[in-house]
């Protein structure tokens, strides 16, 4: 009855579309419920909290940042060792993007395995899928290392100036260990995090940022290891322990409530995992071919061994801030499917990406700019500057990040993946063009070119998430209102 009269009230007032009605209703209904004495129906109601997000996001965002903090330490410790431009350039120009793009098929296994993992028999599907991909990547990468391919690669492809290519190679073959255990890791990441563990994560990236910092501090204190072979030592020792840990911790976890959990109604198959999974591969394949593009661009660019050296020292600090953004795609494929979820998870992507926008500019235009690139990473004057005016160029890059996971994250929610992979595609095209046009120009800094191409590219996939995402948005919507109006009713009728 009173339900029925708001909705005649609200059609009766002027100048107001079918949202704004729609809005003004779910209001009025959210204040009838908050007045029931029905206590059982107004905990119902209560919409998904920013606190419950918040608890869910910041331990995933802990586990980046600390993943992110291996870069920099990787990058200080080579800077202060014997041939410190040579070796960062090996390591930042071949090294990370032929690795990053090899392991690029299941970098996306943490989605997947946080949205299926519902019950064991997806557990176990998923767990060999895991298992057959991370042993067929790395003969790949052993392929690439140890045989002549790895010339064609590097020589023919890359197009990497000759005198990192053979420091490379020895990092590349150090690396061999990266991509299985990264699989592995990530697929019992999302166990923990479908089941509520995500502190757990953060857990894990202690483990492997520690055994990074071991190693480089004993080849540090040793002092004539080579940077590119303590490196990659320490990434290789880092992914190894943190696998291991990921393992132990998701054991209980799998044998005391993934095993006792209902089976689903409707079994995952094989079809519709591949279905659901094969364009998520493919948004990682492409968004990681950014990686050896973007070396082979600069490495025909001016100041070609400058833009490599620098270019993983500046992109060590961006993915610190990127970092925070990346985890909220984990929190809203674990929280959106939540009812009234929508109208919180869409604000806190709002205040975080504004958080992470003014945080960078804060550190651009202060003294502490400077004291990272000379001071903490160890780069001459002449390095350092190209490093800060990188930075101006990267400014809006964090920001787009966060809205690229809450768009994201509602997409994989949907399981209409396949534009993640139209965005990425976009994203791809956009940075190869630029580039290329980049490379044309002779006296254009490789780094500058790069870290433009890069910024501009995501923001145009950023505009095209939104516009995939928006009938997902749409469906979570309407889902919220409806709970809203059955609970509403509930608590009016006692």
């Not at 080579?226 to 998701?250: D, H, K, M, N």
């Amino acid at each position: 009855m009173i339900k029925a009269q708001t909705q005649e009230l609200l059609e009766n007032i002027p100048h107001l579309n079918r949202k704004d009605k729609q809005f003004l209703n779910l209001n009025w209904l959210y204040n009838i419920v908050s007045m029931s004495s029905n206590n059982h129906t107004q905990s119902k109601l209560k919409t998904l909290s920013m606190k419950r997000i918040f608890d869910t996001w910041w331990p995933l965002a802990a586990s980046w940042m600390l993943m992110g903090a291996e870069l920099p330490a990787l990058s200080a410790v080579i800077a202060r060792l014997e041939y410190p431009k040579i070796n960062l350039a090996a390591y930042g120009g071949i090294v990370f993007p032929i690795s990053l793009i090899i392991e690029a098929p299941i970098i996306m296994l943490l989605a997947a395995s946080t949205t299926l993992c519902k019950d064991y028999d997806s557990y176990r599907k998923l767990w060999r899928f895991m298992m057959i991909s991370g042993a067929s990547l790395t003969v790949l990468h052993i392929l690439i290392a140890f045989s002549p391919l790895y010339y064609i690669v590097v020589e023919d492809l890359i197009g990497a100036p000759a005198v990192i290519i053979e420091p490379a190679r020895i990092g590349l073959m150090i690396m061999t260990p990266w991509t299985w255990s990264i699989a592995y890791r990530r697929f019992n990441q999302g166990v923990l995090i479908r089941f509520g563990h995500s502190k757990a994560v953060g857990v894990g990236t202690v483990v492997r940022l520690t055994a990074d910092l071991v190693v480089l501090l004993i080849g540090y204190s040793i002092g004539t290891i080579p940077g590119i072979v303590l490196a990659t030592s320490a990434v290789a020792a880092g992914v190894v322990c943190e696998a291991i840990f990921a393992g132990i911790v998701t054991r209980p976890i799998v044998n005391n409530e993934l095993k006792k959990a209902p089976p689903l109604e409707e079994p995952l198959t094989l079809n519709a995992f591949l279905k659901f999974y094969i364009p998520l591969a493919m948004t990682s394949v492409l968004l990681l071919l950014v990686q050896p593009i973007g070396s082979a661009a600069m490495s025909r660019m001016h100041r070609a061994i400058d833009s490599l050296a620098v270019w993983p020292v500046v992109s060590g600090l961006i993915f610190l801030l990127r970092s925070l953004g990346m985890a909220y795609n984990e929190v809203v494929v674990a929280l959106l499917d939540e009812p009234l979820s929508t109208q919180s998870l869409r604000r806190f992507a709002y205040l975080l990406a504004g958080f992470v926008t003014v945080l960078l500019l804060l550190i651009t235009i202060t003294p502490f700019a400077d004291f990272w690139f000379r001071g903490a990473q160890g780069l001459n004057s002449d390095l350092a500057g190209l490093a800060i005016t990188g930075m101006w160029i990267s400014l809006l890059i964090p920001g787009l990040n966060v809205l690229q996971s809450w768009y994201q994250g509602a997409i994989v929610v949907s399981r209409q993946t396949r534009g993640i992979t139209e965005a990425v595609g976009i994203f791809l095209i956009t940075t190869v063009v630029l580039m290329s046009v980049g490379a044309t120009w002779s006296q254009a800094i490789g780094l500058y070119i790069g870290l433009g191409a890069f910024a501009i590219a995501m923001l145009v996939q950023t505009l095209w998430l939104w516009f995939r995402a928006r009938p997902a948005l749409q469906t979570t919507h309407e889902r919220d209102t409806r709970q809203s109006l059955t609970l509403a009713s509930e608590a009016s009728a006692d």
